[in-house]
């Protein structure tokens, strides 16, 4: 199997908006299309697609954003944010495909990128109970900072500087 990180093309969205409608358990966590495309306008060169073999088995969708703070779910992007943060927005594996390293490769990916860009740290806010993949992968939890209610009752904002995220044989894969 050929796998391939790339960057989003226009005939990608649809299959990106289906992964992110497979991906969570809980509708209010669903964005769709626009505001998905939103977060990647705001930052094209951070948002990837997992392609193997010609077909699209995952996603990741990162902007700057000002640390401590993460986008509003039910509105689109509107500014591009000045910021030496990169904020990890949304990661989606395939379900079948979960558990085989996929995620824990696209994080490396895009923590290349961030610190090729001269991003200092990331930050995201773990749902559906994935706090432990995020720890694994160099990520802390920061318990005050405020999370909006659209993201769950479990959410968690957590960040890494990028230099100290683990190599690829210290993080296991939970996605």
């Given at each position: 199997?050929?796998?391939?990180?790339?960057?989003?093309a226009?005939?990608?969205w649809p299959?990106?908006?289906?992964l992110?409608?497979?991906?969570y358990a809980?509708?209010?966590?669903?964005?769709?299309?626009?505001?998905?495309?939103?977060?990647?306008?705001a930052s094209?060169?951070?948002?990837f697609?997992?392609?193997?073999?010609?077909?699209?088995?995952?996603?990741?969708?990162?902007?700057?954003?000002p640390?401590?703070?993460?986008?509003d779910l039910?509105h689109?992007e509107?500014?591009?944010?000045?910021?030496?943060?990169?904020?990890?927005?949304?990661?989606?594996?395939?379900?079948?495909?979960?558990?085989?390293?996929?995620?824990?490769?696209?994080?490396r990916h895009?923590?290349?990128?961030?610190?090729t860009?001269?991003f200092?740290?990331?930050?995201l806010?773990?749902?559906g109970?994935?706090?432990?993949?995020?720890r694994?992968n160099?990520?802390?939890?920061?318990p005050?900072?405020a999370v909006?209610p659209?993201?769950g009752?479990?959410a968690?904002?957590?960040?890494?500087?990028?230099?100290?995220v683990?190599?690829?044989?210290?993080?296991r894969?939970?996605?």
């Amino acid at each position: 199997m050929r796998h391939l990180v790339r960057g989003i093309a226009e005939a990608d969205w649809p299959r990106v908006a289906a992964l992110e409608g497979e991906a969570y358990a809980d509708p209010a966590l669903t964005e769709g299309e626009e505001l998905l495309r939103s977060r990647a306008r705001a930052s094209a060169g951070t948002c990837f697609v997992l392609d193997l073999d010609g077909r699209i088995e995952g996603y990741v969708l990162a902007l700057p954003y000002p640390p401590l703070r993460c986008p509003d779910l039910a509105h689109p992007e509107r500014a591009v944010h000045r910021t030496r943060n990169l904020h990890l927005h949304d990661l989606v594996v395939s379900p079948p495909l979960r558990g085989r390293g996929l995620g824990t490769r696209l994080v490396r990916h895009l923590t290349g990128v961030a610190r090729t860009r001269g991003f200092a740290t990331m930050s995201l806010v773990a749902v559906g109970g994935k706090e432990a993949f995020w720890r694994a992968n160099g990520y802390r939890a920061h318990p005050t900072a405020a999370v909006p209610p659209d993201y769950g009752g479990d959410a968690v904002y957590m960040s890494a500087r990028v230099a100290a995220v683990p190599r690829p044989h210290e993080a296991r894969e939970a996605v």
